[in-house]
Nanobody
Framework: QVQLVESGGGLVQAGGSLRLSCTAS????????MGWYRQAPGKQRELVAA??????LYYADSVKGRFTVSRVPRTQVYLQMNSLKPEDTAVYYC?????????????WGQGTQVTVSS
């Protein structure tokens, strides 16, 4: 099993920045892709950004040019969020996958709240 713990959420004004961090523990040798999902109230969970062990990146269209995902392979993943907008408000979840693609994740963190005020 893999455990994921997020940190770095909070309240920020529109236009500001936050950096989310996620640390993996447990069977980290099984981790390949890592990424970030978010879920806003009343909306479906969506994949925001992800990175595979092969270095392939994925970004949702809504965050391209503003968010950057990076990682220390199999142990940590980060999400640098710049130029934040009120519509970025959501609970952000770290996710990890034993597969080296971003279509499916198996392990989840508990989530961290990001609130962007206008």
């Amino acid at each position: 099993q893999v455990q994921l713990v997020e940190s770095g959420g909070g309240l920020v004004q529109a236009g500001g920045s936050l950096r989310l961090s996620c640390t993996a523990s447990g069977s980290i040798f099984s981790i390949n892709a890592m990424g970030w999902y978010r879920q806003a109230p009343g909306k479906q969970r969506e994949l925001v950004a992800a990175i595979t062990n092969g270095g392939r990146l994925y970004y949702a269209d809504s965050v391209k040019g503003r968010f950057t995902v990076s990682r220390v392979p199999r142990t940590q993943v980060y999400l640098q969020m710049n130029s934040l907008k009120p519509e970025d408000t959501a609970v952000y979840y770290c996710a990890a996958s034993p597969w080296d693609y971003v279509d499916e994740f198996k392990y989840w963190g508990q989530g961290t709240q990001v609130t962007v005020s206008s």
